[in-house]
Each structure stands twice: as C-alpha cells, then as structure tokens.
C-alpha cells in the first residue's frame, strides 16, 4: 500500500475522535483508493511502454522514409539525365533525317550543276572560236559576217552568266537545305521553291534508280506572289511529300496492275494556289502533291504521321519525313492533310495562312 | 546527213548550232532538235523517209533516252536509224541497258565536240 495512505490508515484506527463506524467507512475509502492509485500506476506504466515502442518504430519509419526520399531522388536524376540524352537523341535524329534528304538530293544536285556547267564551257569555247572567226573575217572586210559572230558572242556570254547563275542558285540551295536552320520566316517565291525540290528530287531519284521514271505535271498559281515562311523548312516538307510520291507512284495496287493491255503511266502532279484565289485577308497558300500510287491502305492510315514510322524497307527511310513535315506545317500555323483511294492514288495538301 | 538531236536543255539548240556551224554552213550536215522523247517519235513519225541519226539525251522527264531508243529500234526498220546516247550519268548500267536495247554509241557528258564530229562523219 502507497505509503502516504498507510500513514492515513494507522491515524485514523488511532484516532479516538472517531466512533468505530466513522472509522471503517474512511478506511474503506483508503483502501479503495489505494486500489485506485494502483490502477492508474498500472495504467502509466503502459502508457509509458507503448509511448517508448511507438517512439522506436517512428525512429524506423523515419529512417526508411529517408532511405526512400534518397532512392527516388536517385532515380529522378538518372530520369532526368535519360531525359536529356532523349532530347539530345531527337536532335541527332532530325539532323541526321536532313542529312539523309540532303543524301538524296546529293545526286540530283551533281546532275543539275553538271548540266549548266556544260553549257558555260561549250558556250565560252565556242565563243573563243567565233571571236577567231571574226578576226579573220575583219581583215578580210565582210563587216556583215563580222555583226553577225559579235552578236551570237553577246548571245553566248548571255547564256554563260544565265547558266553561271543557274549553277550558283542550285548551290546555294544546297547550303541553305543542310545549314542550321535559322527558323527566321523569310519572303519567298513558294514556286521558285517548290519547282526547284521537285527538280533536284527527281534528278536524284533518276541518278539512284536508273528504271526509275514518272511523269510530271506541274500547275503554279503566278498569282501567289512571295510568303513569308522559313524557306528551308517548307522546303523540306516538299521535299519530303515529292520523295513519297516519287516513291509510290510506281508501285502496283494490291493484288497487281488489273489491267496489262494499258501499262501504268506513273506521274506525280504538284500544283500551288492561293485559296480563295482573289486572295485578301485570311486567304490560304495551299501545295498539293499528288500521285497516282497503289494509294495508303486504311489500316495505316492514323500512323503515317507518327514518327518512325515507314513502309519502306529497313535502312531505307527513317520513318521521320511525315512527322517532321506535319510539325513544320503546323508551326507555320497551318495544316498538313492527305486524302487518299486504295488503287488510285495519295494526294497531300499543305496549307498555310498567308500573312500580310 | 540528217542528225536529230533529243535533249530536254533547249539551250543545245543553240550549242550544236554553233558547234558545228560549218558543217552546217556548207551541209554537210543539218541539224533538227527534240525537247522530249515524245517530240523525237513525233519528227520521227513525219520524217519516216529521211535518213536519220539520232542523237539522244538519257535523263528526261517523261519518256526517257532509253525509252525512245527501244521504241525506235522496234518500229523503225528501214532505214534502221543510228542512235547514239548522250548522258551525265556515265554508270555500267546505263550503258548495258543502251547497249541492249540497240544503241549504236554512247556518250558521257560532257560532250567532246571534236570526237563527236568525228564520230558523226564516221556514222
């Protein structure tokens, strides 16, 4: 018993104030609460106990907590660095789709340079020769023979600078398609831009695939005027349209050409109008790059846009042209569609918002 | 001797004009151009009587070099028109397919103007 109690108890049994039934009555309530004190000391102790338990397994859980933050921490950095190597990779990857459209024009390039370089050759040959010819024709005094060579001279040296500048031009469109893109929106004849990828694509298909043919039909709205766009950007988008076509015109429908008596005359037509044609606020640059190919069968038709990609055979496309083109075109604020029939053909039109 | 010359640069007219002005001043021989191949069957099928050579570019758009050289060694017979080729891109297979299909010669650009006159006289 709590000391203090017992001290309580021992008073009142020897106290003589008391009368006896005073006395069991408080001992009782002594004793009683003793009992209770008891139990609340029991009670303590518990509490106590379960207090030191709880603390340890906080102790725990904290450490765990912090052995996970350190964990997640961890895996956030390698995230964050494959995040980085993901971009760098995407970088890589349209640099290197560039290279491999500029690797298909390379040869359409070397073609077209080739041909005017003939020309400023021959012709300034051929003009060294005329200017003898004129010399001798001076002494001997035919002044009608002598006007004659000097203006097919002027005709020649005409020709050379045209075909100087052709050479120039082609070159200079060359280092504008593999040089950084600036992304600065230029003023630009759209057809000038769009008969030169189309000439230098089929130059380099030609010098690729030498049964390679298509016929072309081209249709150029002179009306359009220059637009400002990133140059070297819709360029591509053509380029890239123009290649697929060239590439599908070819090839037969499913389940072979029907009938043999015609043979398949693949051409591709590409062709530029402004929409509504009077033009004005609001109005629409559109292209158009047609063939008559075996066309795009419906099942793939909601992942020719997704990047990587292709129908073509492995290494030989990079499954980006589309892709690429559908964010050119939409960053230009404008929209890329395709409209295509099983057996007859793919028609793909960009259109973009002129801005005055 | 009649040549006709196939070629989509229509800046050629002018160079084999020049090129061989004096063939052409004391005529020996005269000169007749095609831009395409279609044109070429087209003279062709108008000038059937003429005795012909034919000087053709390979790379052109529509019907190619080649193309116009296999329809003209099917169809034409008599007289079998000389078809020489003419082309930038100077591969083997280029050359077996011309060699196949009946070319008389074949011919890199660029064109040597003395060894083609050389070659014409010969023909």
Avoid: C
Avoid at chain 1, 29 to 47: G, H, M, N, P, V
Avoid at chain 1, 134 to 139: C, I, N, P, S, Y
Wanted: proline share 4%; no cysteine.
């Amino acid at each position: 018993m709590n000391q203090n109690l017992q001290t309580i108890l021992d008073f009142i049994q020897q106290s003589e104030h008391l009368s006896e039934e005073e006395k069991t009555a408080l001992t009782k309530a002594a004793k009683e609460a003793d009992r209770a004190l008891t139990i609340s000391e029991f009670k303590l102790e518990r509490t106590e106990k379960v207090k030191r338990t709880t603390a340890i397994l906080l102790e725990e859980t904290i450490e765990e907590l912090e052995q996970k933050r350190k964990s997640i921490e961890e895996t956030n950095d390698a995230l964050s660095k494959s995040l980085e190597e993901l971009k760098a990779t995407q970088a890589q990857l349209i640099q290197s789709e560039k290279m491999a459209s500029l690797g298909e024009l390379t040869a359409g390039i070397a073609h077209e340079i080739q041909n005017p370089l003939n020309f400023v050759n021959n012709f300034s040959e051929v003009s060294r020769e005329l200017l003898e010819e004129m010399q001798e024709e001076l002494d001997a005094g035919n002044l009608e023979d002598v006007r004659e060579i000097a203006s097919d001279v002027i005709q020649n040296l005409e020709k050379i600078n045209h075909h100087g500048k052709r050479a120039d031009g082609i070159v200079k469109g060359m280092l504008q398609h593999s040089r950084k893109n600036t992304g600065e929106r230029e003023a630009t004849d759209i057809n000038v831009l769009v008969d030169e990828y189309l000439r230098l694509a089929y130059h380099g298909l030609r010098a690729k695939d030498k049964s390679f043919n298509a016929t072309l039909e081209t249709d150029y709205d002179n009306s359009i005027g220059k637009i400002e766009i990133v140059p070297q950007d819709i360029g591509r988008v053509v380029l890239n349209l123009i290649t697929n076509a060239f590439y599908a015109a070819p090839l037969p429908p499913e389940g072979g050409f029907k009938n043999q008596s015609q043979p398949h005359k693949p051409t591709v037509w590409i062709s530029t109008k402004k929409n509504p044609p009077s033009g004005g606020r609001g109005a629409w640059l559109m292209i158009s790059v047609k063939d008559n190919g075996p066309g795009i069968p419906k099942k793939i038709m909601d992942k020719i846009f997704q990047p990587f990609f292709t129908t073509k055979p492995t290494g030989q496309g990079t499954g980006l042209g589309l892709s690429l083109s559908y964010d050119i075109v939409k960053a230009h604020g404008g929209e890329l569609k395709v409209e295509t029939k099983e057996g007859k053909g793919t028609e793909f039109i960009i259109s973009i918002p002129i801005k005055k | 001797m009649n040549i006709l010359v196939v070629d989509d640069e229509k800046d050629v007219q002018d160079l084999f004009l020049q090129r061989f002005r004096k063939e052409i001043k004391n005529g020996e021989m005269n000169f007749d151009f095609a831009f395409s191949g279609e044109e070429a069957l087209d003279y062709l099928n108008k000038n059937e009587q003429k005795a012909v050579l034919i000087l053709s570019d390979i790379n052109m758009p529509g019907m190619s070099g080649l193309e116009l050289l296999e329809h003209i060694k099917q169809k034409f017979h008599k007289p079998p028109p000389t078809v020489m080729m003419i082309t930038a891109y100077g591969d083997d297979e280029n050359y077996s397919t011309a060699k196949r299909l009946g070319a008389d010669d074949f011919l890199t650009k660029p064109v040597d103007f003395k060894m083609l006159k050389e070659k014409l006289r010969k023909a």
